[in-house]
């Protein structure tokens, strides 16, 4: 059973930082690219960063560039999201997901999601 837990979520002041992580099972972290994701109320569900299997490559949201950083550990079978310079428009629901074979922003194509952390940034 495949499973992807995120932790690391909370309430946070604008300019502070947050690191979520998420804890993969029943897969082999290895073979999977992952992404993150956040949905804030009432909005779609929008693609923060994404990273390779081997971590080689990255992209990012061009709203989170520059504050936020995507890293994997695969021995730990955990991936990373440093969030750094945090907005009030980065209060959302995070999630991660795997994909086994694409790399992008899509949210139509990772196979497997996370129940999602909450972010509050307050001003």
């Known amino acids: 059973q495949v499973q992807l837990v995120e932790s690391g979520g909370g309430l946070v002041q604008a300019g502070g930082s947050l690191r979520l992580s998420c804890a993969t099972s029943?897969?082999?972290?290895?073979?999977?690219?992952m992404g993150w994701f956040r949905q804030a109320p009432g909005k779609e569900r929008e693609s923060v960063a994404a990273?390779?299997?081997?971590?080689?490559?990255?992209c990012y949201a061009d709203s989170v560039k520059g504050r936020f950083t995507i890293s994997r550990d695969n021995a730990k079978d955990k991936v990373y999201l440093q969030m750094n310079s945090l907005k009030p428009e980065d209060t959302a629901v995070y999630y991660c997901?795997?994909?086994?074979?694409?790399?992008?922003?899509?949210?139509?194509?990772?196979?497997?999601w996370g129940q999602g952390t909450q972010v509050t940034v307050s001003s």
């Open positions: 997901a795997a994909a086994n074979s694409y790399f992008g922003t899509s949210t139509y194509l990772y196979n497997y």
């Open positions: 990273v390779t299997k081997n971590g080689d490559v990255t």
């Open positions: 029943g897969l082999t972290s290895s073979t999977y690219n």
